[in-house]
């Protein structure tokens, strides 16, 4: 059992670590709130989304899904116009002054925005179903269920910790300028996997 712990922690640390949408967002709303709490719902949603991603990675419910061809097409044109329209927002978007909150999403917008990019992101999805749910067929009983804890626990903290480095980010970057240069390479980054995704579509 403590193997598949084990596994679960490096191969969910691998999948999460790299910078994406997901990622960019609740960090920059970390940034961008008043206070960590204020934060919350952005943590919440992404915890709360990746959990039901890898539960049904692991059950397998997603591969019976995505075994249709339209499903991804859709899936894949969803995610695509959703990564431009993310891109274009995230380059516009303005430094963080103490006189200027425009970036501190309400309660609704962080919980819309962070399940969106949670779930209408096929690159995320394709992972989680193609490493944590391939890997998860090795394991049974006990040995599946801590596994499959184990990679939502790092999903948690992982999260968790973004914000609240947002935040601190957020302190130390009181011109906003370190910002606005994030929000530039994160938005090239988005448009990058919205290209990568359109190409896939007809390779």
């Known amino acids: 059992m403590i193997e598949a712990v084990m596994h679960a922690v490096v191969l969910a640390f691998g999948l999460i670590l790299p910078l994406g949408v997901q990622n960019v ?18 943590v919440l949603t992404a915890c709360l989304c990746d959990t039901l991603l890898i539960t049904f990675a692991v059950t397998g419910v997603s591969v019976l899904v995505l075994t249709s061809p339209l499903f991804k097409v859709i899936l894949l044109s969803v995610g695509v116009v959703f990564l431009l329209y993310m891109g274009w927002i995230t380059w516009k978007s303005k430094s963080n002054n103490a006189s200027e909150q425009t970036e501190a999403f309400s309660f609704k917008r962080q919980v819309i925005f962070a399940a969106s990019v949670s779930l209408l992101n096929p690159h995320a999805i394709m992972d989680t179903i193609g ?11 006990l040995e599946k269920v801590a596994f499959s804890v184990a990679c939502i626990c790092v999903s948690w903290i992982w999260f968790a910790s973004l914000a609240l480095a947002g935040r601190v980010f957020g302190r130390i970057d009181s011109s906003g300028k370190l910002m606005v240069l994030l929000n530039k390479i994160s938005a090239v980054i988005m448009w990058g996997v919205a290209i990568y995704l359109a190409k896939s579509m007809f390779s």
């Open 25 to 42: 967002f609740v960090f920059q709303q970390g940034a961008y709130q008043r206070s960590y709490w204020r934060a919350l719902p952005v």
């Open 131 to 141: 490493v944590i749910g391939v890997s998860s067929l090795q394991y049974s009983g």
